[in-house]
Every structure is written in structure tokens, then in C-alpha cells.
T-cell receptor
Framework: ETGVTQSPTHLIKTRGQQVTLRCSSQ?????VSWYQQALGQGPQFIFQ???????GRGNFPPRFSGLQFPNYSSELNVNALELDDSALYLC???????????FGPGTRLTVL | LAKTTQPISMDSYEGQEVNITCSHN???????ITWYQQFPSQGPRFIIQ???TKVKNEVASLFIPADRKSSTLSLPRVSLSDTAVYYC?????????????FGKGTRLSVIA
């Protein structure tokens, strides 16, 4: 059974640029959630995708957007990057939006 | 806003039992209590989940009193590799799209 994978592991961008982060869900899971974790803080919910549709969203602006593909993998897109977007971005998968979620290793984004 | 309160940090020596208590005064009838562990630069990992009384698995035990307003995660005989941040979460695990709401967690440092 393959766990949740994310790419890239690290990324450096400058303010105003756009970034795409990718996530492959655990085998058999059809729900993907994205979280942002700033240094020293707990992860904060961005949004969730279930069967290719957005299924809930946290308090993040529209420049944070996502996609889920038929194989349940997912992308997180962030436009017009700001310095405060520097964080660890975590993807978690689950089955049917279940409360128990399995996290990937994260992508460390640095915005200069 | 996190629905839980837990100590910011704890220290322990190797081989000791560690108990981390979490307060969740406003826990709802349908809410379960879930604990996650997070190592630096990794995603959170599910440890244990319970509704009431006691739950035990190969990693930890979870004690929940009758009023469910608090819970205690017990780690037996900790080792250096148990140094991590531990998060207590409450939420309705049977809801289709409940996001995980993390607080700042408890940073456990295990000393040789």
C-alpha cells in the first residue's frame, strides 16, 4: 500500500509568482485535504476535495485554489505569492472524507 | 479556532511514562477525540482515537473520563525517538467533510 506522497519537497519563489504543489493520495482514498503550517503553529485547513469537487474550505483567500483528478491525486495552486505564504504545505488523504486522515511529508515553500 | 487546550511543552527522561492532558470543555455529543504526532519537517501521524473510557493500541493509551471534557494521552516508557509535537483534536468523525482543527500542540522533549 502506497502512502501519501507530495512534490516537490522544497520550493523557493519570489513575491508575486505562482506555485503549484502536487499530492498523490494513499491507495483507496478518494478525499484529499490541504493544510498550511507556519513555523511553530499547528496545520491550518485550506480546503478539501472529494471526487473532484471542492468539499469544504477554510479561511483562505481565492488565490489559493485546487484541483482533484480522476485518480484522486490533487494540486494546490497559489497565485500572487506573498511573504506570509512561506510555510509547510501538507496534503492528507482519507476515504469518504473520514475524520482520520493520513498526511504526506509536506512541501516546504519559501517566498522571498 | 481550536476547540482544545493542551500544555505548550513537556520534558521527560527516557524510560518514563508521559501523560499529556487535553481540555475540550465544549466537546459535542458526536465528537471523537483524536491524537496526532508530528516530527520536524514531516506530516502529522495518527496515533489514537476514542470516544469514551479507555482505548489502547501498540503505541499509546487514551483515557477519557465520563464527562469527556478532557482526555489524557499516555505514552509508556518513552525513548528519544518520541520527541515530537503531539496534537489533540476533537471532531465529528462521522461527518462527511469535517476538517481537522489543530491547535499549537504539546512539544514533548525526551532527554537521555
Amino acid at each position: 500500500e502506497t502512502g501519501v506522497t507530495q512534490s516537490p519537497t522544497h520550493l523557493i519563489k519570489t513575491r508575486g509568482q505562482q506555485v503549484t504543489l502536487r499530492c498523490s493520495s494513499q491507495s483507496g482514498h478518494n478525499t484529499v485535504s490541504w493544510y498550511q503550517q507556519a513555523l511553530g503553529q499547528g496545520p491550518q485547513f485550506i480546503f478539501q476535495y472529494y471526487r473532484e469537487e471542492e468539499n469544504g474550505r477554510g479561511n483562505f483567500p481565492p488565490r489559493f485554489s485546487g484541483l482533484q483528478f480522476p485518480n484522486y491525486s490533487s494540486e494546490l495552486n497559489v497565485n500572487a505569492l506573498e511573504l506570509d505564504d512561506s510555510a509547510l504545505y501538507l496534503c492528507a488523504s482519507s476515504s469518504g472524507g473520514a475524520y482520520t486522515q493520513y498526511f504526506g511529508p509536506g512541501t516546504r515553500l519559501t517566498v522571498l | 479556532l481550536a476547540k482544545t487546550t493542551q500544555p505548550i511543552s513537556m520534558d521527560s527522561y527516557e524510560g518514563q511514562e508521559v501523560n499529556i492532558t487535553c481540555s475540550h470543555n465544549n466537546i459535542a455529543t458526536n465528537d471523537y477525540i483524536t491524537w496526532y504526532q508530528q516530527f520536524p519537517s514531516q506530516g502529522p501521524r495518527f496515533i489514537i482515537q476514542g470516544y469514551k473510557t479507555k482505548v489502547k493500541n501498540e503505541v499509546a493509551s487514551l483515557f477519557i473520563p465520563a464527562d469527556r471534557k478532557s482526555s489524557t494521552l499516555s505514552l509508556p516508557r518513552v525513548s528519544l525517538s518520541d520527541t515530537a509535537v503531539y496534537y489533540c483534536l476533537v471532531g465529528d468523525r462521522n461527518s462527511g467533510n469535517t476538517p481537522l482543527v489543530f491547535g499549537k500542540g504539546t512539544r514533548l522533549s525526551v532527554i537521555a
